[in-house]
């Protein structure tokens, strides 16, 4: 069974930093492009960056570039988000997903989402 | 970036009715179009990937059509556990990733 499980999230101060950690079960995490999805509070769904299966391929949206960072261990079958200059927008549900097909420079539909790790930004 | 546009932002609807959502893309996208129905307080489900095929355990009464800029999500006979936000999602052209504003069915 494929299982997605996020932690890391909690309150921050703006300014501050926090790294998000999605460990992955269930499928051979190696072979798969891993994306991080955002909800703020009562908002729509907003993509926030992807990994590539071997880290080859890297994209972030707008919103996070030059503030946050993708990364991933296929080792520990684990990929991560550091947050940092966090702003009060980026208070959201963080939500880990499994790209259901892509692993290369490609991006598709996510098949697969954790249950998310809540983000506040607040003083 | 490519903008989605949904519509209606909401509707309600009642046991049994049929419903359609529309999702209108700023530039045309082929068919790499998805849409995921969101309960309150889960995650996003996939229902629908490439504008038209329906994953797999996703029951046969929601279906997806279209290609370009115009698509739609049908449901043939809403039930009690439809009601839910439906998103559209375009992987055409990235980044960004965009998703589609929300359609929200409720019960009428």
């Known amino acids: 069974e494929v299982q997605l499980m996020e932690s890391g999230g909690g309150l921050v101060k703006p300014g501050g930093s926090l790294r998000l950690s999605c460990a992955a079960s269930g499928f051979t995490f190696s072979s798969y492009t891993m994306t991080w999805v955002r909800q703020a509070p009562g908002k729509g769904l907003e993509w926030v960056s992807s990994?590539?299966?071997?880290?080859?391929?890297?994209y972030y949206a707008d919103s996070v570039k030059g503030r946050f960072a993708i990364s991933r261990d296929n080792a520990k079958n684990s990929f991560y988000l550091q947050m940092s200059s966090l702003r009060a927008e980026d208070t959201a549900i963080y939500y880990c997903a499994r790209d259901s097909y892509c692993a290369g420079d490609c991006l598709s539909p996510n098949d697969y989402w954790g249950r998310g790790t809540v983000v506040s930004v607040s003083s | 970036a490519i903008q989605l546009t949904q519509s209606p932002s909401s509707l309600s609807a009642s046991v049994g009715d049929r419903v359609t959502i529309t999702c209108r893309a700023s530039q045309g996208i082929s068919s790499d179009l998805a849409w995921y129905q969101q309960k309150r307080g889960t995650a996003p489900k996939l229902l629908i990937s490439h504008a038209s095929i329906v994953e797999s355990g996703v029951p046969s009464r929601f279906s997806g059509s279209g290609s370009g800029t115009d698509f739609t999500l049908t449901i043939s006979s809403l039930q009690p556990e439809d009601f839910a936000t439906y998103y559209c999602q375009q992987f055409n052209s990235y980044p960004p990733l965009t998703f589609g504003g929300g359609t929200k069915v409720e019960i009428k």
């Open positions: 990994i590539s299966a071997a880290s080859s391929y890297i």
